[in-house]
């Protein structure tokens, strides 16, 4: 398809991601959406690459609005017939934080990752018993006073398994 244009626009603000305690070799998704800051984008994210640092920042830009900022395992980003290599992650992933962007300056927000020690491991079949791809699979604590934010989640293989690393009474 052609004729299509994109609006490239500027962002003015900007938030601070400080992430800290990350496992080693985790790479992670920074990112922040908006529903009410549609002329800014919407949407942002930043791929954080193992580098051998436990601790690590990353400048979100943004506009105007209400943002939901969040830290998680890498995702594909791109278009597959299903995925090949777990996306599943050693931490548990933080419960988002929400940030109100109204003066032109700097946001700062936080995250300290914690370790997942135990192993959840499972298939998605059809009827008939064949794998089904790409399945996102979560898991809760079985108890939801005080944890909120403990969820953890993974996406099935092409084969239909999946494997989730969980905290204690999940």
Known sequence: ???????????????????TNI?????????ASSENATASGGHTI???LWNGQTVRSVTLPVGEGVWD?????????????GNSTSISSSFIQPQSQQ?????NKTY?????????????KGKIVD??????????????????????GRDVATQ????GSFALKVEKGA
């Open 1 to 19: 398809k052609t004729g299509l244009d994109f609006a490239f626009l500027p962002a003015d603000r900007m938030i601070i991601v400080q992430i």
């Open 23 to 31: 496992p080693i070799g985790s790479n992670l998704d920074v990112f």
């Open 46 to 48: 930043r791929e954080v």
């Open 69 to 81: 900022i969040g830290v998680g395992p890498t995702l594909s980003k791109g278009i597959s017939l």
């Open 99 to 103: 940030v109100h962007i109204v003066e």
């Open 108 to 120: 700062q927000v936080s995250f300290a990752l914690r370790l997942a020690d135990k192993l959840i």
């Open 127 to 148: 009827g008939l018993g064949a794998g089904i791809p790409n399945v996102f699979v979560t898991a809760r604590p079985s108890t939801l006073a005080g944890d909120v």
């Open 156 to 159: 099935s293989l092409r084969d």
